[in-house]
């Protein structure tokens, strides 16, 4: 996403479930006198509410030129002597005092996937007075299967449309739907919905931001249908009693939701279970490297990944070597080397999303950190990565 224009601020801005939402959690959480903190402050639409809900002073920190707009709309509405606004990457920026609210809207579409979280760790552990507060709070992720009509499928460009070969056409398709925001109906879901993970604001350690986020759930279904997309969305704690979710139920917002695809429609039976792998990965300032697996009542699993799209459908095991490639240049004793290594090669994070055990065995981490990563407890992982602090 591209923040130095305007397009994609018009869009945040014009969102009114998503601005009126963090206004109500602003006016709800910021007191007379409070210092507030905006990471990431784009626009300065979070800063202009927070000085509107009575903060003495406001630091609006953007990293691109749009912050000249931040500064010139805090002029125009009367808090050029309130709102501050620093053109910097938070992350080089000492806090002149510590505040008392850190704002942050630093959400991809299915919440964790935008690459802000770790910016916002680090300005909560810079920043915030013991005792402040974080908005949001908490962040989750959901998942449902479901038939979408109208779908581009790669099967319509593999079989031949109008006795023409269009088959380079089928791949891209899949990579397009998978960029492709709309809003999905509830009626649209074939299954109920399950939460992936969640994130704590205010406690997950800074590494948290840099592991992996795995989910999976047996998904059994309540009526047939012609599955060709997984779905995922995000809900975020703003302050008591106020929750932005992007759930197909709710009112749509500019994230719609993600609309993770499959290669062929899978056909399901009421009372049938879809077994659903999925994993996100922080790769560099990008958007997060996805995949995914899917089997249908126990049978083979077929792996995607949103470089590769789709891989040959496979019985779930994968060869020693592959197993073996994020231990292979010497990091392996390394947990964030072995991270890295996951994000970058997809058949090594097929493997992990398939088989976490059988992939820690063979990457050379010592027991502790395989443990660690093993549990998903975060206490733990930050208790094993004190060493290996983030660059
Ligand atoms: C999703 S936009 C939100 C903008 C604005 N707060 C709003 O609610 O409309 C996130 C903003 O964070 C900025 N950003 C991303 N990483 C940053 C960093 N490390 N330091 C400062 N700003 C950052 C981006 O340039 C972008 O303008």
Do not use: C
Not at 167 to 191: G, M
Not at 373 to 386: C, D
């Amino acid at each position: 996403m591209r923040y130095d224009g305007l397009i994609a601020h018009r869009a945040m801005l014009r969102d009114s479930e998503r601005t009126e939402r963090f206004a109500k959690a602003i006016e709800a959480v910021v007191r007379p006198r409070h210092v507030v903190l905006d990471v990431g402050a784009g626009s300065g639409i979070l800063s202009l509410l927070a000085a509107r809900a009575g903060a003495s002073r406001v630091y609006a920190v953007e990293r691109t030129p749009i912050a000249s707009l931040a500064a010139d709309l805090a002029q125009l509405n009367g808090y050029g002597e309130t709102v501050f606004v620093i053109q910097a990457d938070i992350q080089q920026v000492p806090p002149p005092e510590k505040v008392d609210v850190i704002v942050s809207e630093w959400l991809g579409a299915i919440g964790v996937d935008e690459n802000l979280l770790a910016p916002v760790l680090i300005a909560r552990d810079a920043w915030l007075k013991s005792g402040g507060t974080m908005i949001p709070s908490a962040v989750r992720t959901f998942m449902a299967p479901a038939e979408l009509r109208n779908r581009p499928d790669a099967g319509f460009f593999r079989n031949r449309p109008y006795g023409l070969d269009l088959s380079p056409l089928a791949e891209p398709s899949i990579h397009d739907l998978f960029w492709q925001r709309r809003h999905v109906r509830p009626e649209d879901l074939a299954a109920d919905p399950a939460e992936l993970w969640s994130v704590d604001i205010e406690t997950a350690p800074l590494e948290r931001a840099f592991l992996p986020w795995r989910g999976e759930h047996a998904f059994i279904f309540s009526r047939s249908a012609a599955v060709n997309v997984l779905v995922a969305w995000f809900e975020a704690d703003l302050a008591p009693g106020n929750t932005l979710t992007t759930a197909p139920s709710a009112p749509d917002t500019h994230w719609g939701q993600l609309q993770i695809p499959l290669e062929e429609p899978i056909e399901v039976a009421r009372g049938d279970r879809l077994d659903v792998r999925f994993a996100t990965l922080p790769v560099g300032d990008g958007p997060h490297q996805l995949a995914w697996s899917v089997s249908h009542n126990g049978g083979r699993w077929t792996l995607y990944d949103t470089r590769a799209l789709p891989t040959a459908p496979t019985n779930g095991t994968r060869p020693a070597a592959t197993l073996a490639t994020p231990a292979a240049n010497g990091n392996g004793a390394h947990l964030l080397g072995f991270l890295a290594e996951l994000a970058g090669n997809p058949d090594a994070l097929h493997a992990f999303i398939q088989n976490p055990e059988q992939v820690l065995e063979a990457s050379g981490l010592p027991e502790a950190k395989r443990a660690a990563l093993q549990s998903g407890n975060e206490l733990q992982i930050q208790q094993v990565l004190v060493t290996e602090r983030v660059p």
